[in-house]
């Protein structure tokens, strides 16, 4: 059976909202505090020392525990499970009604990095993420603090606090793209609250994205220990710089598995710039759609390898709109460096500042071509966002799918803007070559070997004509286009 026209049938498609931008509580004039930076490279020529006390000496002073306090009001519901009751009925409202919810307040722990004598601290926005209070301890002096949040970004998971004091032990700053894998590495802060902690590794990788932790990927990976409450303390190098922000692990059980991330400190330090100068990350916008090549999709774009980010739209009247970019465009420079992958183009876009006039160069159709873009702003809400082979003859080359018109309902059930137009995907057989390839119930069809579709009968009248067995499909999913090709001679 090939590709089909549905005859009813309801579509379902689960969508999920992604986080914006938080902006700090309130905007704030201060200037960027003075932070000590040595971005030598460190030298890899010495003998690895028998001890590292000097390091952590000089260094572990900086490195803060943070204690949060949030107030969380938890449903109790009418069944309550427990054969007591709590003083004060928690059933009852204050007014004699009945209540189903109590307050409660919540603890939980972190570390910190006071980068400034003054009292600046980078950390983690997960570790201050929604506190009403936060106090910092400073373990050598044992004193402790009441920080307030100058500002957060939770797209790069950095947050920048605040204590009044001066005269504080800070951390040199490093240079985070000058570390090399082998590097050897110490992580310091608070584990399991057990009091401050110094753990040791190497880099183990770097550049690592993917994992789905933050919208901005670029983490130093380390098997360094790193454990609950080490999130926002130090990761340093040989030389007791600061080179990261630990942020995350790799786990199934929640102990340190070797499989650490921390966030560059040239990232967080940017991050903290703008937090402190505007009280929120202002990020340039090009106002496209991209994706990785896989070799498929490489072949079929006429490239010899899968270097480049594919464009898989382009949002009307932005930056890249305006500039001549389409989809379908392969941009394989930006600034006149090579982009790697979709996610080494939207850090070095939000690197940028909106206003800024940047150079783009793209492969369209095989040839190169070079743009002027200027950048705007990204919103709250956004983010960065050749014919097949003619050999062999094919019936349908989505086999096992079936399409659909788009009426008002599916519209509307699938939140399609106006300007969409296609078919959508009603049913798909799970053995079929498009379901392995990528394609799913709810996607809309736009084009097929980048001829666009309108209706259910084009999709099916294109599918039958294809000239081989492969086939370049743009479809619309959870807000955006990207490209799949289906290839049924697999």
Known sequence: MGLSVGVGGAVWLATGRGTGLAQASEKSALKSPTVVVNNTPVSREDKLTTSFSPIVKRTAPTVVNIFTTKTIKRSLGPEWPFPFRFFGDPFEDGQGSPGRSRTFKERSLGSGVLVTEDGYILTNNHVVDGADEIMVYLAKDKKEYTAKVVGKDPRTDIAVLKISASSLPFITLGDSDKIEVGDVVLALGNPFAIGQTVTMGIVSAVGRGGMGIEDYEDFIQTDAAINPGNSGGALVDAQGRLIGINTAILSQTGGSHGVG??????????????????????????????????????????????????????????????????????????????????????????????????????????????????????????????????????????????????????????????????????????????????????????????KPIRSADEAVAASEHAPSKKVLVRIWRGGGSRYVVVDESK
């Open 261 to 450: 991330f921390a966030v560059p400190v040239n990232l967080a330090r940017n991050v903290m710039d703008h937090l402190i100068k505007d009280g929120r990350v202002v990020r340039g916008y090009m106002g496209v759609s991209i994706q990785d090549l896989n070799p498929e999709l490489a072949k079929e774009f006429g490239l010899s390898e899968s270097n480049g980010a594919l464009v898989s739209d382009v949002t009307e009247d932005s930056a890249a709109a305006a500039a001549g970019l389409k989809s379908g465009d392969v941009i394989i420079e930006f600034e006149g460096k090579p982009v790697q992958d979709s996610r080494n183009l939207r850090l070095a876009v939000a690197r940028y500042a909106p206003g800024t006039k940047v150079t783009v160069k793209v492969l369209r159709q095989g040839k190169e071509q070079t743009f002027k873009v200027t950048l705007k702003e990204m919103s709250e809400s956004r983010l960065v966002g050749g014919r097949p082979d003619s050999t062999g003859g094919s019936d349908d080359v989505l086999d096992g799918v079936e399409v659909g018109d788009i009426t008002p309902a599916i519209r509307n059930q699938l939140q399609l803007p106006a300007a969409i137009k296609g078919a959508v995907i009603t049913g798909i057989e799970a053995d079929s070559a498009a379901y392995r390839d990528g394609l799913r119930q709810g996607d809309v069809i736009l084009e097929i070997n980048r």
